[in-house]
């Protein structure tokens, strides 16, 4: 019995079910990771709103405490918080990877917090919502999302990268993108 009619489409049927990529997640964009983040634990503060997630663009970047380009992304966002308020922009921050070699850390996650002193919400990871956002492996890892929760950009840290952690400069370029549509 023949199973798929090309070896292209079986292939690319085989890799999406090896990555676990639910296409609806894919299709929907943040829509469908709304529902999961909203039940997610905080990191430090109150839980999520749903008007954190809708009716305007949203950021949602990865970002462990034990990693070095994170604290220069949270400096970073910290100054598009001041730039945008959050009655037009959402900043999510999901703490992934934490216990990477090893445990939890609350002391370093208290100093981190202390360092970069986010002016924006954070929840903690589950594998289902490193699985909705594309299984995101590297942090790191930062999403932005128009006001119908489509994705328009990404920025991974890649390995070896001279680059480690998305700009001022880039971020802005897409939200003025946003802002001019």
């Not at 529902?35 to 997630?53: N, Q």
């Not at 939890?104 to 919502?129: H, S, W, Y």
């Not at 594309?134 to 990268?161: C, K, M, Q, S």
Request: with cysteine; aromatic share 8%.
């Amino acid at each position: 019995m023949k199973a798929c009619g090309s070896r292209l489409v079986c292939g690319l049927f085989a890799l999406c079910l090896g990555w676990g990529i639910a296409t609806s997640a894919l299709a929907g964009g943040l829509d469908g990771a709304r529902a999961l983040l909203l039940a997610a634990a905080p990191v430090d503060g109150p839980a999520l709103g749903p008007d954190v997630l809708t009716g305007k663009p949203v950021i949602v970047t990865f970002f462990a405490s034990w990693c070095p380009p994170c604290t220069d992304e949270f400096i970073t966002l910290n100054q598009v918080r001041d730039r945008y308020p959050s009655e037009r922009l959402s900043i999510v921050a999901i703490n992934a990877f934490e216990a990477w070699g090893g445990k939890k850390n609350p002391a370093r996650m208290a100093r981190f917090l202390d360092r970069t002193k986010p002016a924006f919400p954070m929840v903690e990871a589950t594998g289902e919502i490193l699985r909705v956002f594309g299984n995101v492996e590297r942090i790191p890892t930062l999403i932005v999302y128009d006001r119908d929760g489509r994705e328009v950009w990404r920025f991974v840290h890649a390995v070896d990268a001279a680059k480690t952690s998305a700009s001022l400069q880039d971020i802005q370029q897409v939200l003025a993108r946003l802002n001019a549509e």
